[in-house]
């Protein structure tokens, strides 16, 4: 089995940066893509960005296109999220998720097997 520990939320204003980590442990070997969704209050979790374990291959919500950046330490079992340019919409709850078989990628939460326990990203206006 595949477990995932996310890192480096927090709280910021809105124009500024932070970085998630999420790390995984266990089957790593397992993993076919990994990715990052998110959950405001009273909203559905949606998906922010994903990527491939072990290819070059990268997906993100239109939302964030041009503001995040998912990229991978594969020797660390580890993908980042970089968030720039944050506005207050982006505060939510940030899940880490991995999907230990070959699957296409997707950005339905339902396809993914393997969550983190989540992470706060607050963005003050």
């Known amino acids: 089995q595949v477990q995932l520990v996310e890192s480096g939320g927090g709280l910021v204003q809105a124009g500024g940066s932070l970085r998630l980590n999420c790390t995984a442990a266990?089957?790593?070997?397992?993993?076919?893509?990994m990715g990052w969704f998110r959950q405001a209050p009273g909203k559905e979790r949606e998906f922010v960005a994903a990527?491939?374990?072990?290819?070059?291959?990268?997906f993100y919500a239109d939302s964030v296109k041009g503001r995040f950046t998912i990229s991978k330490d594969n020797a660390k079992n580890t993908i980042y999220l970089q968030m720039n340019s944050l506005v207050s919409e982006d505060t939510a709850v940030y899940y880490c998720?991995?999907?230990?078989?070959?699957?296409?990628?997707?950005?339905?939460?339902?396809?993914?097997?393997?969550w983190g326990q989540g992470i706060q990203v607050t963005v003050s206006s």
């Open positions: 998720a991995a999907v230990p078989v070959r699957r296409y990628v997707s950005a339905n939460p339902d396809e993914y097997d393997v």
């Open positions: 266990g089957r790593t070997v397992d993993i076919h893509h």
């Open positions: 990527i491939v374990w072990y290819a070059v291959r990268t």
